[in-house]
C-alpha cells in the first residue's frame, strides 16, 4: 500500500502536469471548411473509431465509448507555415494558413463501404505504394489532437501507403488516465477488427505505430487477433513500431507469450527521459513501462529491435514524432532499411559485440534483437570457413 507521503508526492506531481499541460483542445475545423492552396498538403485519412458518433461535423466523435465501429474519411489540410515534429492547432477556428484543419467528412455505414473505398484508395497508387499505415493514438488525446498527430507523421516522414486513423475513446483529459486505460482495452476488438479488414485488402501488406497507450491496444488487438486463430490476418502484418509504450512489463511478456510469432519487424521506441511515462510509473504503484526502457536486453531476447532515443533532441515522449534528428536519420537509408525493409542485412562485427548500432554520433542506439545477431554471426562463420569445407556442408 502506497504512504501518504507517496501519496501526496503522487497528487502534486499531478498537479503540476495537470498545470503544465491544460490548456484549449484542438477542435478539426470541419463546421468551416478551408480552402485549399498550392501551398499547402492536403492528406487523405479513412477513420476508424469505437468513440460515439455525434450528428454534427465538430467534433464528429465524443469521449465516449461505442461498442461498435464507426467508419469514414476526411481530409486533413497541412499548414504551408508547418514546422516538422509541431502540430499547430486552434482551439476554436482554424487558420489553415496557421494550423492543422480538416474538411471533406464522409460517414460510411457499415465495413463492406470502409473496405470498399479502401480498395479504391489503394488502385490509385503505384503498386510499390499500396501499404496500409494505421495508426494508433495514445492517452490524452482527444479526436482532433490524435488525428493531427497522424497526419504530421504521415507528411513530416513522407509515408506514401494509405494512411487510415484508429481513435478510440480517450477523454482527451489529463486526469482521466484510469477512463483512458480501460477505453483502451475495450477499443482491442475494434482494432484488431480494422486490421482485419486492412489485411483482406488489396493491400501488399500493413504497417501498424502505436503511441503511449496507443501501443497497448495493439498489443491487445494483436493478441486478439492470435487467440482467434487468424493467422491470414497476422501473416500480412510488415512491421509494427511501439513509440513510448504504457505498457506493464509483465503485461507486455504475458501479451508477447500469447503471440507464438511477432510481426516482423517489431520495433520499441524508448527513453530514460521519458517523464510522461515516469509519471505513469508513479500511478501504476512504481511498476516501470515499457517504454522507458528499462530492461532492453529482455527485449532483445524476445527478437524486437529497441531504438533508444534518450539523447535525442530531449527524449521525451513524443521523441517519435517530434525529433528532426531521427526524421533526419530515417531519410538517410541505413536506420530506415534496418527498420523497416531490410532487418537483416549484415551487421558490423562491433554490433556483434555490443549488440547495438550507434547512429549520429552516439545520440541514438538501437539494438538489435539477438536472433538478427545469432543469424549473422552464423554466416559470418560460413563465410570463413574454406570452399572445400562450405561444399562439404
Not at 484542438?26 to 476508424?48: D, E
Not at 516522414?157 to 486505460?181: C, E, N, Q, T
Not at 533532441?313 to 531519410?331: I, N, Q, V
Not at 548500432?357 to 536472433?371: C, G, Q, R, Y
Request: with cysteine.
Amino acid at each position: 500500500m502506497q504512504n501518504p507521503a507517496g501519496r501526496f508526492v503522487l497528487v502534486i506531481s499531478l498537479a503540476l502536469l495537470v498545470q503544465s499541460c491544460a490548456g484549449p483542445r484542438a477542435v478539426t475545423g470541419l463546421a468551416s471548411p478551408v480552402q485549399i492552396s498550392n501551398k499547402m498538403s492536403a492528406i487523405s485519412f479513412l477513420i476508424a473509431t469505437t468513440r460515439t458518433r455525434f450528428p454534427t461535423s465538430e467534433p464528429p466523435y465524443s469521449r465516449d465509448r461505442s461498442p461498435t465501429l464507426s467508419f469514414s474519411q476526411l481530409t486533413v489540410v497541412v499548414p504551408a507555415t508547418h514546422r516538422p515534429g509541431v502540430v499547430e492547432t486552434s482551439s476554436t477556428s482554424p487558420d489553415p494558413k496557421r494550423h492543422f484543419s480538416a474538411r471533406d467528412l464522409v460517414r460510411f455505414e457499415n465495413r463492406a463501404s470502409f473496405a470498399g473505398r479502401l480498395n479504391g484508395m489503394l488502385a490509385k497508387r503505384p503498386p510499390s505504394e499500396r501499404e496500409v499505415f494505421i495508426f494508433v493514438h495514445g492517452y490524452n488525446n482527444n479526436f482532433a489532437e490524435g488525428l493531427f498527430r497522424n497526419a504530421q507523421v504521415v507528411h513530416d516522414y513522407r509515408i506514401s501507403s494509405v494512411p487510415v486513423h484508429f481513435s478510440w475513446a480517450s477523454a482527451g483529459s489529463i486526469g482521466a488516465y484510469l477512463f483512458d486505460r480501460d477505453s483502451a482495452l475495450q477499443a482491442r476488438d475494434g482494432l484488431a477488427e480494422t486490421i482485419e479488414i486492412a489485411a483482406r485488402s488489396n493491400a501488399s501488406g500493413v504497417f501498424i505505430v502505436g503511441h503511449s497507450m496507443g501501443a497497448y491496444v495493439v498489443m491487445e488487438a494483436l493478441r486478439t487477433l492470435v487467440l482467434q486463430g487468424k493467422a491470414a490476418v497476422t501473416s500480412r502484418i510488415r512491421g509494427v513500431l511501439l513509440a513510448a509504450p504504457d505498457i506493464d512489463p509483465d503485461v507486455f511478456s504475458s501479451q508477447v507469450r500469447d503471440i507464438p510469432q511477432l510481426p516482423h519487424p517489431f520495433t520499441i521506441v524508448v527513453s530514460r527521459r521519458d517523464r510522461a511515462l515516469s509519471l505513469s510509473r508513479r500511478i501504476a504503484g512504481g511498476q516501470p513501462r515499457v517504454g522507458s526502457g528499462f530492461d532492453i536486453p529482455l527485449l532483445q531476447k524476445k527478437d524486437i529491435q529497441v531504438i533508444d532515443i534518450s539523447d535525442v533532441d530531449g527524449g521525451g515522449h513524443s521523441g517519435f514524432a517530434t525529433s528532426e534528428t531521427l526524421m533526419k536519420l530515417l531519410r538517410s537509408g541505413p536506420l530506415l532499411r534496418r527498420l523497416i525493409v531490410n532487418e537483416d542485412m549484415p551487421v558490423e562485427d562491433k554490433a556483434e559485440e555490443t549488440r547495438q548500432i550507434i547512429f549520429d554520433n552516439a545520440s541514438l542506439v538501437l539494438h538489435l534483437p539477438l536472433t538478427i545477431l545469432k543469424r549473422s554471426a552464423s554466416r559470418q562463420s560460413v563465410s570463413q570457413q574454406p570452399a572445400s569445407e562450405i561444399g562439404a556442408m
